[in-house]
């Protein structure tokens, strides 16, 4: 079983940037597309980043690309996001996830996903 750890979020103006992290314990997710998913309040849960296994592959959603990158260390077993230029509407809680299967790309959907972490909140005042 796969644990995964974000960290990284808080509290920062708009314009501004935070640097999120996924860490994986347990089991190493260095084989699987890995993804960053985002939560607002009373909004479904959305795909903002996702990276293949071996890197090169990425999908930003509309709404971040420009402003956010996805990166990954597989010697480390982790997976950044760096986001800039954050907007108010970016407010939300962001979760890691790892794909179900291993060597696979993925679609941006949730149900591609198997193994999730905890969340970590992101706040971008005006």
């Known amino acids: 079983q796969v644990q995964l750890v974000e960290s990284g979020g808080g509290l920062v103006q708009a314009g501004g940037s935070l640097r999120l992290s996924c860490a994986a314990s347990?089991?190493?997710?260095?084989?699987?597309?890995v993804a960053w998913f985002r939560q607002a309040p009373g909004k479904e849960r959305e795909c903002v980043a996702r990276i293949s296994w071996s890197g090169p592959t990425t999908y930003y959603a509309d709404s971040v690309k420009g402003r956010f990158t996805i990166s990954r260390d597989n010697a480390k077993d982790t997976v950044d996001l760096q986001m800039n230029s954050l907007k108010p509407e970016d407010t939300a809680v962001y979760y890691c996830?790892?794909?179900?299967?291993?060597?696979?790309?993925?679609?941006?959907?949730?149900?591609?996903?198997?193994?999730w972490g905890q969340g970590t909140q992101v706040t971008v005042s005006s």
């Open positions: 347990g089991r190493t997710f260095r084989s699987y597309t």
């Open positions: 996830a790892r794909a179900k299967r291993p060597f696979t790309i993925t679609t941006d959907t949730a149900a591609d996903f198997g193994s």
